[in-house]
């Protein structure tokens, strides 16, 4: 036994008649048989023919009715021949039915050039006839002739026709419809994944800084057998930790509960550059101990004026959380030394955030690093269109771990 792909099954299927098709030319050929048995036909054949072929047209067209769906063009090119015997002969009043119903079908399941073809053809044809008949035949009745060939030519296809456009048009819209949802779905989803990246980017920045300090006067406080050492490391954890559970705090608040723009109450939600001074101060104390000292040299004010412009506040964001990060990163794994913060405002109008710490062998304790804050630097600057470069870098003065930005510095609107 030979096995049926589900293909060759599917097939199989679409070639099968539809049930109403077979419900068409089967009540159309018992019709047709009863009107020809009570005499119920249109009157003696032309041209000689027997009126046995009236049945024979009959039957050709229920053929075609079978077809109507599956086969709509073979169907019609099996219909005008068997109207044609019809009309030759006793002329059954179903069989003209059925042809209509076939035309009808061509139009509405065919190809969509032959569907406009066959209605353009309908009117060709009914033209064609009435003028033929009014030439041949001087007699009123022809226009009582071309209104019948008109209604079972020219009625049913553009019937079809107008039908045809009217699913078109709504498969259209539905595709239309999936598509702008999809792309909806697509936007949403990127939409919660950039979210999800920012909302990423922030508590690291938040929580890397505070951590880091407890980290490594917790690791002070067990390797120095100094009470006093002891007592001083206790203070930067309990002080790193209350403000580290603040800020978690905050951003936790903010998240829950947003309050609305310009509201009096709202909390802060964007740390500004004007908070470097007190960032500073906070990394003193918790560099103090390894040696490390920290110096803010601002330049963004041009020269002859007072205040800097200040910068958007996606800007501002940005620059503060490197700052940030580069201060966490120096406490970590910076030697004894200098860290320099410079803020600068270019000719452009770009805003330069630079942050150059000692690089060479750490001897005291280090917190462990997994990376991800300078993957969060590069996304923030990406994000703006800025410039963004992290490494090691050889000055006159010694070699020093550099962290540069440039972002595009748009003044706030007032």
Same mark, same amino acid.
């Given at each position: 036994?030979?096995?049926?792909?589900?293909?060759?099954?599917?097939?199989?299927?679409?070639?099968?008649?539809?049930?109403?098709?077979?419900?068409?030319?089967?009540?159309?050929?018992?019709?047709?048989?009863?009107?020809?048995?009570?005499?119920?036909?249109?009157?003696?054949?032309?041209?000689?023919?027997?009126?046995?072929?009236?049945?024979?047209?009959?039957?050709?067209?229920?053929?075609?009715?079978?077809?109507?769906?599956?086969?709509?063009?073979?169907?019609?090119?099996?219909?005008?021949?068997?109207?044609?015997?019809?009309?030759?002969?006793?002329?059954?009043?179903?069989?003209?039915?059925?042809?209509?119903?076939?035309?009808?079908?061509?139009?509405?399941?065919?190809?969509?050039?032959?569907?406009?073809?066959?209605?353009?053809?309908?009117?060709?044809?009914?033209?064609?006839?009435?003028?033929?008949?009014?030439?041949?035949?001087?007699?009123?009745?022809?226009?009582?002739?071309?209104?019948?060939?008109?209604?079972?030519?020219?009625?049913?296809?553009?019937?079809?026709?107008?039908?045809?456009?009217?699913?078109?048009?709504?498969?259209?819209?539905?595709?239309?419809?999936?598509?702008?949802?999809?792309?909806?779905?697509?936007?949403?989803?990127?939409?919660?994944?950039?979210?999800?990246?920012?909302?990423?980017?922030?508590?690291?920045?938040?929580?890397?800084?505070?951590?880091?300090?407890?980290?490594?006067?917790?690791?002070?406080?067990?390797?120095?057998?100094?009470?006093?050492?002891?007592?001083?490391?206790?203070?930067?954890?309990?002080?790193?930790?209350?403000?580290?559970?603040?800020?978690?705090?905050?951003?936790?608040?903010?998240?829950?509960?947003?309050?609305?723009?310009?509201?009096? &109450?709202?909390?802060?939600?964007?740390?500004?550059? &004007?908070?470097?001074?007190?960032?500073?101060?906070?990394?003193?104390?918790?560099?103090?101990?390894?040696?490390?000292?920290?110096?803010?040299?601002?330049?963004?004010?041009?020269?002859?004026?007072?205040?800097?412009?200040?910068?958007?506040?996606?800007?501002?964001?940005?620059?503060?959380?490197?700052?940030?990060?580069?201060?966490?990163?120096?406490?970590?794994?910076?030697?004894?030394?200098?860290?320099?913060?410079?803020?600068?405002?270019?000719?452009?109008?770009?805003?330069?955030?630079?942050?150059?710490?000692?690089?060479?062998?750490?001897?005291?304790?280090?917190?462990?690093?997994?990376?991800?804050?300078?993957?969060?630097?590069?996304?923030?600057?990406?994000?703006?269109?800025?410039?963004?470069?992290?490494?090691?870098?050889?000055?006159? &003065?010694?070699?020093?771990?550099?962290?540069?930005?440039?972002?595009?510095?748009?003044?706030?609107?007032?």
């Amino acid at each position: 036994m030979i096995a049926r792909s589900p293909t060759d099954a599917a097939t199989a299927i679409a070639r099968r008649p539809h049930r109403l098709d077979v419900l068409l030319a089967g009540g159309g050929l018992l019709g047709g048989l009863l009107l020809w048995t009570l005499g119920q036909h249109g009157g003696p054949p032309q041209l000689g023919l027997p009126p046995a072929l009236t049945l024979l047209a009959l039957a050709a067209m229920s053929l075609a009715e079978l077809m109507r769906r599956t086969a709509p063009l073979v169907a019609l090119a099996v219909a005008v021949p068997a109207l044609a015997l019809d009309v030759c002969t006793a002329n059954l009043v179903v069989t003209v039915l059925m042809f209509t119903d076939v035309v009808y079908a061509a139009v509405l399941h065919g190809p969509p050039g032959a569907a406009r073809r066959i209605s353009l053809h309908c009117v060709l044809v009914t033209v064609l006839g009435t003028g033929v008949l009014t030439a041949v035949w001087r007699n009123p009745q022809v226009v009582l002739v071309a209104i019948g060939l008109a209604l079972i030519t020219i009625a049913p296809a553009w019937t079809g026709l107008m039908l045809r456009e009217h699913r078109d048009a709504a498969e259209a819209a539905r595709l239309r419809a999936e598509r702008i949802a999809l792309l909806a779905e697509r936007d949403r989803a990127r939409a919660v994944a950039g979210e999800r990246a920012r909302m990423a980017r922030e508590l690291h920045d938040v929580v890397a800084n505070h951590l880091s300090a407890i980290a490594i006067h917790s690791t002070a406080a067990q390797s120095i057998d100094d009470p006093s050492a002891t007592r001083e490391a206790l203070g930067v954890i309990r002080e790193n930790s209350v403000q580290g559970l603040s800020e978690m705090r905050r951003l936790i608040r903010l998240l829950r509960n947003p309050a609305p723009t310009g509201a009096k &109450d709202a909390p802060a939600a964007t740390p500004a550059l &004007d908070g470097l001074d007190a960032l500073l101060d906070q990394a003193r104390t918790g560099g103090a101990s390894s040696g490390l000292t920290f110096v803010l040299d601002d330049a963004r004010a041009p020269h002859g004026t007072g205040a800097a412009p200040r910068p958007a506040a996606p800007v501002e964001l940005a620059a503060y959380r490197i700052v940030q990060e580069a201060l966490t990163n120096a406490l970590k794994h910076a030697a004894p030394g200098e860290v320099r913060v410079r803020l600068a405002r270019e000719h452009d109008g770009t805003l330069t955030v630079a942050v150059r710490s000692p690089f060479a062998e750490r001897p005291g304790p280090r917190a462990p690093g997994s990376g991800t804050g300078l993957i969060g630097m590069r996304e923030r600057i990406a994000l703006l269109g800025g410039a963004f470069e992290a490494g090691p870098a050889q000055q006159p &003065d010694g070699r020093f771990w550099l962290v540069r930005a440039a972002l595009p510095a748009e003044e706030e609107a007032s």
